[in-house]
């Protein structure tokens, strides 16, 4: 069956142009304005911009973590992915030190099967790089296409990994072609503060961003980075929250290393402000890195707009607040750590980036969708408009508002961090490989019908 989008504006990293297009199956097969859309099912886009879907490098679904499991499994939070015109998704497939990676993996395959709604790939997490672990990583990278690989600087005692497992990881990544992602954090320092607060009986949420200062994340990133240098490896720090890193990037990208850096649409909207919400509010706001002080947010936008950062991940990691969040209840501890954004990423980077003009469409669609396909291993396939790419596409309106609730949103948890914001602009349909998983802003997918991604090794974008 052929589909045939006629009359919207399509948005690609580089261009903004009018043009109908043509689906056949999974792929586009012709852009243009004189298109024989013979036998085609019309979808009219007129009014609309029209992206290649989104793709979220960093979602954690289903998984174990502060003693719970986030709320999101592979149905919900493919659906409310989908729903924010999101038609890709990298998780993060943890693994257990002296348990072959191969189980691991087999662990999420599971997760995902059947639940999917749209297409997924998984970044693995390096726990202890011993001499089996780095031999099993070739056949990981070269085989399964699972080509980028995780170190926790923080989380001591939990998924915390130390110098020598991030520096042979490296080294093996330089050999294999991976991507490696740090989440960059000084977990021992941060462990000796924590101790010392909880001593001090300083409990509510809000300790939970003084017990992790900017220092703690600028210092870890800029570790990661002498150590990627030294190996002349490639480097990926995920969620950067803080001048003090980004500064680190911007050094590493000056001297032409292959740095790079994604951050959130929680840390360019949030602030430590909402952890200091009465009562036990602030818990909904409790990520790592923690949210910074404000005037932070300029220094990320900026770092979007010049290219220091490339990418928006929304690091979804739901846990409700009844019965979840409040395991942490008189100790901020055991407040599990993340929140839910796949479903409003797109929205948020649009409204507050490109509305208020901080950053252009065209970069909008790089940083959620072509630049993250390139990065990863997924570009042409996936994160553009052309010809012979799959046709993961969004048709969006800008001109309509919507208001942020739990009320309306389809994440599988039970409040919203961005509640009552208005944004500007909202999806309207998505397709997912030529079929329709959202139209007209109704759920007409399937669960199942997302397949993982093999992806490609790293290749200098
Ligand atoms: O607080 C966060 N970010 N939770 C998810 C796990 C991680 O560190 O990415
Ligand atoms: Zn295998
Ligand atoms: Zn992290
Ligand atoms: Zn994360």
Not at 111 to 116: C, D, L, T, V, W
Not at 350 to 376: H, P, R, W, Y
Request: aromatic content about 10%.
């Amino acid at each position: 069956m052929k589909k045939w989008i006629r009359n919207g504006t399509v948005v690609t990293a580089s261009d903004t142009y009018q043009a109908d297009i043509l689906i056949e199956g999974e792929k586009v097969v012709a852009i243009g304005s004189k298109l024989d859309g013979k036998d085609a099912e019309m979808i009219d886009a007129t009014g609309y911009y029209v992206f290649p879907g989104g793709i979220d490098p960093h979602t954690h679904l289903d998984m174990p973590f502060g003693g719970t499991v986030t709320s999101d499994n592979f149905y919900t939070g493919t659906k409310a992915a989908a729903f924010g015109g999101t038609t890709s998704i990298i998780d993060f497939c943890l693994t257990n030190k002296g348990e072959p990676l191969h189980s691991s993996i087999s662990t999420w395959h599971e997760k995902a099967r059947g639940k999917a709604v749209i297409d997924y790939g998984f970044h693995l997490m390096v726990s202890d790089a011993n001499d089996q672990v780095l031999e099993e990583l070739g056949a990981v990278v070269r085989n399964e296409g699972i080509t980028s690989l995780k170190v926790f600087m923080a989380y001591k005692n939990v998924l915390m990994a130390d110098d020598e497992t991030l520096f042979k990881t490296l080294v093996r990544a330089k050999e294999l072609g991976a991507l490696v992602q740090v989440h960059a954090e000084n977990g021992d320092v941060l462990d000796y503060l924590i101790k010392q607060a909880i001593a001090k009986g300083q409990t509510d949420p809000v300790y939970h961003a003084y017990t992790r200062p900017p220092e703690a994340e600028g210092e870890a990133t800029g570790r990661a980075i002498a150590l990627t240098a030294l190996a002349d490896a490639q480097l990926y720090v995920v969620h950067v929250s803080c001048a003090e890193a980004v500064r680190r990037i911007a050094e590493a990208r000056e001297k032409g290393w292959n740095v790079y850096g994604e951050t959130c649409p929680q840390y360019l909207v949030l602030d430590i402000t909402d952890l200091q919400k009465p009562g036990f509010e602030g818990a909904k706001y409790v990520w790592s890195p923690p949210l910074r002080e404000k005037w932070n947010q300029d220094v990320l936008w900026n770092a979007l707009k010049n290219g220091i950062l490339q990418t928006v991940g929304s690091d979804h990691c739901s846990f409700n607040f009844s019965g979840q969040k409040e395991l942490g209840l008189g100790d901020f501890t055991k407040i599990p750590n993340g929140g839910p954004i796949i479903e409003d990423r797109m929205r948020l980077l649009f409204s507050e980036g490109v509305a208020k003009d901080k950053i252009s469409l065209n970069q909008f669609v790089d940083m959620t969708s072509t630049k993250v396909a390139k990065l990863f291993g997924m570009f042409p396939q996936k994160g553009t408009i052309a010809v012979g790419s799959d046709a993961d596409i969004v048709l969006f309106d800008p001109t309509v508002k919507r208001t942020i609730s739990v009320e309306t949103h389809h994440m599988n948890v039970d409040y919203n961090p961005f509640e009552g914001m208005v944004v500007n602009g909202d999806i309207i349909s998505v397709l997912s490989r030529g079929s329709f998983v959202i139209r007209d802003q109704q759920f007409v997918g399937q669960a199942g019908t997302g397949r993982f991604v093999k992806r490609s090794t790293f290749a200098r974008p």
